[in-house]
């Protein structure tokens, strides 16, 4: 037989749901393993988003929709990025898909030809680079640091820009280190961006969880980066709706027309039923999302607070999104529970396979000398699983 492709023989599997998907093997076993993987939250979707979904099957709203979502989401969708972002969208600038990580395959696929570039800050999601791999265009890594709060300066997008340059990727807040880019820190970007004739895809599916600080959408900063924005979001991780799979894309009319075009003949329209719970959370009152939001900061202030007291390792304190950068790096050259020591990587599968902690190694992220932690689970876990590592660092395995 010949050959699968060479785009999908290059593509890695995602190291975030392969940690989850891991942790819950072991528990199925009955190893005592904690999870701090997947930026999944731990709570349930709102009772009346259900019952929405529940409503939605028994009238029947079981057929295909438009290819970019059902009207009254859409103009839903509008109503709440004005509301929240101060930024005006008309139905025909939104395109609904299933979830935010589809509608982020279906933005590059749309803008790539093979052999473009895309610049990716590192750290980056672990999705990034492998979506620009599968339009055969080529992610160019613009390394952070700790020092600039691991985010870009508009100096370092310059000089990464060439003929070739497509667009950039920005979260904001971050995934994985929950930085935070402020209105003129935005805004110097965006004049790069407009000056390069770029493109911005702005992943905001976090804009909701924020500590510090203020969120300003990219879409804001002005009308001509607006127009060369596509604005990300969804209801995953705001609503605890990661499995219902509604993301959506706001951006120009000609580009939300090409998503739909290239939605029809591939996945076609996202769940009808799913689209009324949609519909349902970005309709309601947000008090579910504020008593959520609650619960995120004081888990995130108990896990830097415990942190802050550790020798080997540290942390810079996350403006948003509900994930901790742990810098490892003290620990390398050393051994841990017999376990040499000498990346990021070495640490979490030691950390595992001693400490019964599940966390994701920074490689995934473009950085070895970090590990991620997800503290979208619960207070009792995290104290236990912080527990664990500091025995851990003290070289007292817990399995």
Known sequence: MKNISKIASGIEPSATLAISELSKELKAKGVDVIGFGAG?????????????????????????????????????????????????????????????????????????????????????????????????????????????????????????????TKCLILTNPSNPTGMLYNEDELKAIGNVIIKNDLYLIADEIYATLVYNGKFVSAAAISSELKERTIVIN????????????????????QIISAMANYLSHSTG????????????????????????????????????????????????????????????????GTELCGEKINSGSDFSQALLKHGLVATVPGIAFGNDNYVRWSYATSMENITEGLNRLEKFLNSEPTA
């Open 234 to 253: 969804g209801v995953s991780k705001t609503y605890a709706m990661t499995g219902w799979r509604i993301g959506y894309a706001a951006a120009n009319k």
């Open 40 to 164: 999944e939250p731990d709570f349930t979707t709102p009772d009346n988003i259900k019952q929405a979904g529940i409503k939605a099957i028994e009238t029947d709203k079981s057929y295909y929709t438009a290819t970019s979502g059902i009207l009254p989401l859409r103009e839903a969708i509008c109503k709440y990025i004005n509301d929240i972002f101060g930024v005006q969208y008309e139905p025909s600038n939104i395109c609904v898909s299933s979830g935010a990580k589809h509608i982020i395959f279906i933005s590059l696929q749309v803008l790539l030809d093979p052999g473009d570039e895309v610049i990716l800050p590192a750290p980056y999601w672990v999705t990034y680079a492998e979506a620009i791999k599968m339009c055969g265009a080529v992610p160019v890594i613009l390394d952070t640091t700790e020092e600039t709060r691991f985010k870009i300066t508009p100096e370092q997008l310059e000089s990464a820009i060439t003929d070739k």
């Open 269 to 332: 329209n996202a769940s009808n039923v799913a689209q009324y719970a949609a519909l349902e959370a970005y309709s309601c009152d947000q008090e579910s999302v504020k008593k959520m939001n609650i619960e995120f900061a004081k888990r995130r202030q108990y896990f830097i607070d415990r942190v802050s007291k550790m020798d080997k390792v540290s942390c810079l304190e996350p403006d948003g999104a509900f994930y901790i950068f742990m810098n490892v790096s003290k620990t390398f």
